[in-house]
């Protein structure tokens, strides 16, 4: 009999908190090179001996290898990610990239548990607050800044995704490919740097399954949909984005639905999701979630509001990538021959209903919520011709999970209708395990434990300058955006604040800034985004910079004083900006769509704010400047 869920994830947990002691007692430090042979080729060894375990205990309880092997995955991710960050207070990739606004974040929730925006005053969130509060919680209860409860959430996170991920699945395929399915694909196409990401886009497709397509085990019974809503509020409250190839995939559900009901008599069934139910499920969820989106509607209808938040794409980012399709035969890789496997086992169902009229409810269901995606990048193809953003590039990793799990679910199709498994033929399961899950161990190990997001969040300067275990500039750098490594510390330019301006604490502060370190560790608020697509809806990104351009036009520091206090957004209390000879620059990036973003930057004349109306303290080449009350 499968264990409950509560005693599911105690046992994890449990397992998990054993590999963080073992890390810790090995002292492991993945800056080093030797440490980063033997942590690749422990996991490797070690999830290879795991998968292993898991197809020899389910010759006797298939049941039960599935929860030993739920319980493993976790722990693998554990001590995948324990190693990965020990001897660092930094999350994966520090502040690198999307890891910036996700600190950010953060820090915004240790310092209120009111869901507003992580960077403009007065706004409500409108980035899923899920994680990001639970984070500054964290932070708050226990005394630690809130960018030092990233990682241990990102490590909560990635113990709780193939667990979860299980839960669901076993309701919708069984206990044994349920595991298989959790525990290989949420390791290979894991992204602890975007825990959000990450746990909802491995549990989206088997909600989705059971909701929209009903698909269920033997013996499972119907969810009811109060369930269903649970669950989906709870994923709208952690992350939305994959909820549109889905929903897509959704429309085409009910429109196949609908033609079915209106063919031959002999082919008519009913439909798996009633317009009722799903009126019921969307209800539920939509309750759950509103705490998130609701304040975020409001502010859209009573505010200017604009789309930036959308304008990020790349280069032939709404091609799916297919193997053999976008890259060449030599280059195909393991996961890529999975992939067609999958496509292979999907065109062999659709062939056997088609030429044998032998329905297989999950392999037609997972067809269409590969046709969701695919529906998804023409339309983010379509949208971009009209210079219309739907980030539909995110919708490639949808595709290629969805066809991993249509892969490891037609191996093991596949395997089960051979007439002959005995003899040796019955250690192909347990050598088929052992491979499988030995590629995921060192898939994970190569890509992220000893990759760049562990050794970023090892080189990241801390904001009093000092550097976690490695080096500052160690070889692959990949710099803090517009920090450089002999800028001031953030303990520095706080303390500078302090002094120009005792009576604003900083985090009631707002500063004209786009050093980042510092936004992403200060509870500040910047009155300008340092990215247009992190910008906030109703932040008005493009007026905010130019009234800081009419500032910089200004002839004399009356002028720029009196925009800075008195504009139409937010009254300005400083400004932390770069010296570039004699002018003061604040650089940020805008979207540069379709080619993701570029940088531009707003000159300051260096003489500007040296009139009575600033204090300013010179940092080398930051300079701190506070508007006088």
């Not at 932070?139 to 909560?156: D, F």
């Not at 770069?578 to 604040?586: F, K, Q, S």
């Not at 540069?592 to 004349?605: A, G, I, K, L, M």
């Amino acid at each position: 009999m499968p264990l409950r869920p509560w005693l599911l994830l105690l046992v994890t947990a449990l397992g998990a908190a054993a590999a963080a002691l073992v890390v810790a007692a090995l002292d492991v430090r993945v800056v080093e090179p030797a440490w980063r042979e033997r942590v690749t080729w422990g996991l490797t060894c070690a999830a290879g001996l795991a998968g292993a375990a898991v197809a020899l205990v389910a010759r006797r309880s298939r049941a039960r290898a599935a929860d030993v092997g739920a319980v493993l995955a976790g722990v693998l991710l554990a001590a995948a990610g324990t190693a990965a960050l020990h001897g660092t207070r930094w999350g994966w990739a520090g502040l690198f990239a999307d890891s910036s606004f996700r600190t950010q974040m953060a820090t915004r929730y240790a310092e209120t548990a009111a869901l507003v925006d992580y960077g403009y005053a007065d706004l409500p969130a409108y980035y899923p607050p899920a994680l990001g509060w639970l984070q500054g919680r964290l932070a708050a209860v226990t005394g630690i800044e809130g960018w030092e409860a990233v990682k241990p959430v990102q490590l909560a996170v990635a113990v709780l995704v193939p667990v979860a991920a299980y839960l669901l699945w076993r309701q919708v395929v069984g206990p044994l490919p349920a595991v298989a399915v959790a525990g290989l694909v949420s390791v290979w196409t894991a992204h602890p740097q975007k825990p959000d990401e990450w746990l909802v886009l491995t549990c989206l497709l088997p909600w989705w399954l059971l909701a929209v397509r009903d698909v269920r085990a033997p013996g499972v019974e119907r969810w009811p949909a109060w369930r269903l809503g649970l669950v989906l509020g709870l994923l709208l409250l952690v992350h939305t984005y994959w909820f549109l190839p889905f929903g897509v995939a959704t429309v085409l559900a009910l429109g196949y639905d609908t033609a079915r009901g209106r063919g031959p008599v002999a082919a008519r069934r009913p439909s798996p999701l009633p317009w009722r139910r799903a009126v019921a499920i969307g209800a539920v969820g939509l309750a759950v979630s509103a705490v998130s989106w609701l304040p975020v509607l409001v502010a859209r209808l009573r505010l200017p509001a604009d789309s930036l938040q959308l304008r990020f794409a790349v280069p032939e980012g709404n091609r799916p990538p297919v193997p053999l399709l976008v890259e060449p035969l030599d280059a195909l890789d393991t996961l890529g021959v999975l992939v067609l496997v999958g496509a292979l086992w999907l065109a062999w169902a659709g062939w056997r209903w088609l030429r044998r009229r032998e329905a297989h409810d999950l392999a037609g269901a997972l067809a269409l919520a590969v046709a969701g995606t695919l529906v998804t990048l023409a339309l983010g193809a379509v949208a971009e011709r009209y210079d219309v953003g739907l980030l539909a590039f995110k919708t490639r990793d949808a595709f290629t999970m969805v066809l991993l799990v249509c892969g490891v679910l037609g191996l093991i199709d596949w395997w089960g209708r051979l007439p002959v498994r005995r003899g040796a033929a019955a250690l192909v399961p347990v050598l088929a395990a052992a491979l499988a899950a030995g590629h995921a161990g060192h898939h994970l190990a190569t890509l992220w434990v000893t990759g760049p997001p562990a050794l970023l969040a090892h080189t990241t300067r801390y904001p009093d300058g000092s550097v976690p275990s490695g080096t500052v500039g160690q070889d692959p750098y990949y710099p803090t955006l517009f920090v450089d490594p002999d800028d001031p510390s953030v303990a520095e330019v706080r303390s500078a604040w302090r002094e120009l301006r005792p009576d604003v604490p900083l985090d009631e502060a707002v500063l004209v800034t786009s050093q980042v370190d510092l936004l992403a560790t200060t509870p500040v608020h910047g009155f300008l985004a340092y990215k247009s697509i992190y910008s906030h809806p109703n932040g008005q990104f493009e007026d905010r910079v130019a009234l800081l351009e009419e500032v910089a036009r200004c002839d004399d520091s009356a002028c720029a004083a009196g925009l800075l206090r008195d504009n139409g957004f937010d009254e300005v209390d400083g400004l932390v900006l770069r010296r570039v000879g004699d002018a003061l620059v604040l650089p940020f990036m805008v979207d540069d769509f379709p080619d993701r973003t570029r940088r531009e930057q707003v000159t300051f004349p260096g003489e500007l704010f040296s009139g009575p109306e600033f204090v300013r303290r010179e940092l080398g080449p930051i300079v701190v400047v506070a508007v006088v009350p």
